[in-house]
């Protein structure tokens, strides 16, 4: 037990030292449902780095590490990667059993050992789950989720066969968090997650706060009171923002309509306050075809939708304008100065979000917009399965496919 104590106070010390880091979510297959190849990520992981006015992206999270159609080959993002000098939080995906667990793991060692340092030292993280706890709680149940999900003693238990099975690789100095909705971290009973971690992956949309006062020009205040509630039961470890991001077109919810105005609007309230403060990775590069759609790009390669350009003297504009990923400090305590930052000059009379008020509903990850197609292992050609909405986000779809072939998570 000391030893382990030992491990995560390490990893810690490490996460403290690292860059801030500015992504973008990468799924593994498109929003058709195919699963996406290495060419498919290197011109987005290039498109990414090239965008205009934003050149401080260099880093992708990943929702697998297993490539679509194989039981446990490393996904070619990997390779992609390592082409294009591409930072990656890796991720393992968690709710679909032991034995997908156990080949999420083999996938890793394998990149290891094929790749060597090429690989482990563009890896700034690695993610067992995402949004596990969500999808395993009655609130998730109640507003008709039924895809699966695993209770915090699983999940621990995951995070601990990763953490041995890396052990003596080079990617045991790597950091072990995992990605869940703000509302699962301040959850009490999901607290033993928080304990075996070393930094805290939060998903939060403003715009799917639908039972609250959400308006575009509240959401900077939401997203606050989330990471401030968060930072609260953190334990002093590093909160990243894992998943964010505006619509362009979808569904209204509530007070939240999806514009390119409004996309531009969260862009320059959130990204360029939080930018070089804390980790951030946005969601998505592009989506085209989904609904409601994130992408901030019509197509690979294509113009953005809005200006990126970061409004002067915000924290984005020193960082992505002089096309910098470096900032002081990524210590815990950069991310609750960060929370702090994110909430400052918000709209008078805005209603914070609580726990009990609303439920983030991020898009359910693993499913393809519009149709929520899992990849099948065994093959190329993907299942159809019907996406459970939401009660409070009634016509929205899921965004595209991350869950490792042929498990039929989400």
């Known amino acids: 037990m000391r030893f382990s104590r030992n491990i995560i106070a390490f990893a810690a010390t490490i996460l403290a030292a690292e860059a801030q880091i500015n992504g973008f979510n990468s799924g593994s297959t498109k929003t058709d449902g195919s699963v996406k190849v290495q060419s498919d990520f290197e011109a987005e992981f290039r498109a990414m780095q090239n965008l205009p006015d934003a050149s401080c992206f260099n880093a992708v999270r990943l929702f697998t590490s297993i490539q679509g159609g194989t039981p446990n080959t490393p996904i070619s993002a990997i390779n992609a990667a390592i082409n294009t000098n591409t930072k990656i939080l890796l991720g393992l995906w968690a709710s679909a ?8 793991i083999q996938a890793v060692l394998s990149a290891v050992d094929q790749y060597k340092s090429s690989f482990t ?20 149940v109640q507003q008709g989720n039924t895809l699966p999900g695993v209770g915090p003693t699983v999940l621990v238990d995951y995070i601990g066969q990763v953490r041995k099975a890396l052990a003596n690789t080079a990617l045991s100095s790597k950091g072990i968090g995992h990605v869940d909705t703000w509302t699962s971290w301040v959850n009490g009973t999901d607290s033993p997650v928080i304990g075996a971690v070393d930094w805290i992956g939060v998903d939060a949309y403003p715009y799917f706060e639908n039972t609250l006062d959400n308006p575009v020009d509240n959401g900077k205040s939401l997203l606050s009171s989330a990471l401030s509630k968060v930072n609260a039961v953190a334990s002093g470890k590093p909160v990243w923002i894992t998943e964010t ?3 362009t077109s979808g569904k209204t919810e509530n007070k939240a309509v999806p514009s390119i ?9 959130v990204f360029c306050t939080v930018s070089g403060t804390m980790n951030i990775f946005w969601y998505i590069l592009d989506d085209a075809g989904s609904s409601p759609s994130f992408g901030i790009v019509p197509s690979i390669g294509a113009a953005p939708y809005f200006d990126l350009t970061c409004p002067a003297g915000s924290s984005g504009a020193n960082t992505c304008g002089s096309g910098n990923t470096t900032s002081s400090s990524s210590s815990a305590s950069a991310s609750a100065s960060a929370s702090s930052s994110v909430a400052s000059a918000t709209a008078p009379g805005t209603t914070a979000a609580t726990e009990t008020a609303s439920v983030v509903q991020t898009p359910a990850s693993g499913y393809v917009s519009g149709t929520a197609v899992p990849v099948n ?34």
């Open 245 to 247: 991001g505006w619509p």
């Open 377 to 410: 292992p065994s093959s190329s050609a993907a299942t159809v399965a019907p996406y459970p909405v939401s009660s409070g986000a009634a016509g929205s779809a899921a965004p595209s496919g991350y869950a490792p072939s042929g498990t039929g998570a989400a």
């Open 261 to 269: 105005a409004n996309a531009k609007t969260y862009w320059d309230d």
């Open 121 to 140: 030292d563009l890896v700034v993280g690695i993610s067992v789950g995402s949004e596990d706890l969500y999808r395993d709680s009655s609130i998730a």
């Open 97 to 104: 059993g032991e034995a997908i667990v156990q080949n999420e």
